[in-house]
Every structure is written in C-alpha cells, then in structure tokens.
C-alpha cells in the first residue's frame, strides 16, 4: 500500500475516528481533510454518493468510501504485505475469533452508533452548527438517549472485565471502533465513566497508546471538551 493517502473527516465522527486510529497504529502515512457532515456538499456526494465519512483516497488506488470498507480492504493489505515483528490490530485470530471481531464492530459502528452517537452528535453539535448555536437540543431525545448509553456502558464494562481486550486477547479493530465513539461522547461529556470501572480501565490503556494522541488534541469551535478528555489517567 502506499504510503500517503488522504482522508476526508469529521473531527468528531467516530466512524472517521476509528480509520484515523487504526491507519495510525499500522504507522500507515494520510492527510487530513476536513468535512461537515451536515452539509452534503457536492464534492463529499462525488466521492461518496451516500454522503457519509469517512472517506479514504489512497495515494495511486482507489477511492474507499465508510470505515466498513477501509478496514476490510486494509486488512486484506496488510496481511498481502505483513512484516516482520507486527501484529495488526484489525481482524486478528482464528475464523471464528475474527467473526467476533466483526460482530463487535458491527455493534459499536451500528447498534451504538443509532441508539447513542448519532443523536447525542445531531443534538448537541451538528444542529448547532447548522443553526448558528440558536438552536437548543432536544431534552428528551438526550435523555432517553443517555440512558440506551448505560446499557452500552454495560456492556462494555462487561466485556472488558470477561476479556483482555474487547474481543479476546488481542487488540482489535473491535477496540478501536468502540473507543472512537466513546472518545467522541467524552468530548461531549457525556460518559459516565465512574459507574463503569471495567470500561473506564479498557479506555484509559487505548487511550494511552500513541495512536491515539492527535484524537485528544481535537477541538471544535463552540464546545470545550472537559478536564479529564486529554488526561491519560483520567
């Protein structure tokens, strides 16, 4: 694969956010473009007919549009050209170990993303944004939407506790995918990591990890993140 390729992103979308960690955890070379998911502009239909993020232009190869596709194809390159003393943090394992890796995936960039990311975004950031900040959130969209939260929460603290990692015992793309929309809901201050002692632990070791540092240094123009959303130890 070459190596500079270009990604189209939202700073606070976590489909975007989970090709932005597991590029760089494969040390695998992009820029970034800027896009506002909310505005479906020409350029991001012409690439993208769905209009959604992200979208990843690989330097002399095709145009890879959604995380779905990004991680399949890069996982079928990395294993195409796998080097020597690394492990990609993709789909790793046997057939079946891969499939929970799918399933999990699946879960967060799906299940989660309908009942908890998607709304909490739309009410609290890109409304605002398409209004000017003179809209206000919907209250009871937020309120039962942070409650679908804890039963994700739950989950999570859930595996997190029965496993080393998300999927198993190694890393996955499963990981990184949960932690990018949690990452964006702690942005948002919106994670009630205090409940959930197994979930907070999991997240502070990805959160550690270098791959992770340009997330923490996001910032968006009308909300402050809080205190704890770049510590490391919380």
């Known amino acids: 694969m070459p190596r500079m390729h270009t990604l189209t992103h939202f700073r606070l ?24 998911p909310w505005e479906y502009r020409p350029e991001l239909m012409a690439m993208n007919p769905a209009g959604e993020l992200p979208v990843l232009a690989l330097e002399g190869g095709p145009v890879l549009c959604g995380s779905y596709a990004i991680s399949e194809y890069v996982a ?18 046997s057939r079946d170990d891969r499939a929970e890796v799918r399933r999990l995936v ?20 890109y409304r605002a944004y398409r209004m000017n900040g ?27 506790h ?10 996955s793309f499963a990981d990184l995918a949960a932690a990018a929309h949690l990452s964006c809901l702690d942005y948002l201050g919106e994670v009630p990591w205090d ?5 907070r632990i999991w997240y502070a070791r990805i ?15 009308g909300v402050a993140a809080p205190g704890h959303y770049a510590d490391l130890d919380f």
């Open 134 to 160: 003179a809209a206000a959130p919907d209250v009871a969209i937020l309120r039962a939407v942070r409650e679908n939260l804890r039963y994700h929460m739950s989950y999570i603290a859930y595996l997190a």
């Open 13 to 36: 979308c976590p489909h975007s956010r989970s090709v932005r960690l597991l590029l760089a955890e494969l040390d695998i070379g992009f820029a970034l473009i800027e896009e506002r």
């Open 207 to 221: 959160k550690s990890r270098p791959a992770f540092r340009p997330l923490l240094a996001d910032r968006i123009s």
């Open 195 to 199: 409940e959930y002692e197994p979930a």
């Open 162 to 171: 029965q496993r080393q990692w998300l999927a198993g015992d190694e890393m």
């Open 106 to 125: 699946d879960w967060f960039h799906g299940k989660l993303n309908r009942e908890v990311t998607r709304e909490i975004l739309e009410e609290r950031v």
């Open 76 to 93: 079928e390159d990395v294993k195409t050209n796998l080097r020597e003393r690394f492990a990609p943090p993709i789909f790793p394992g």
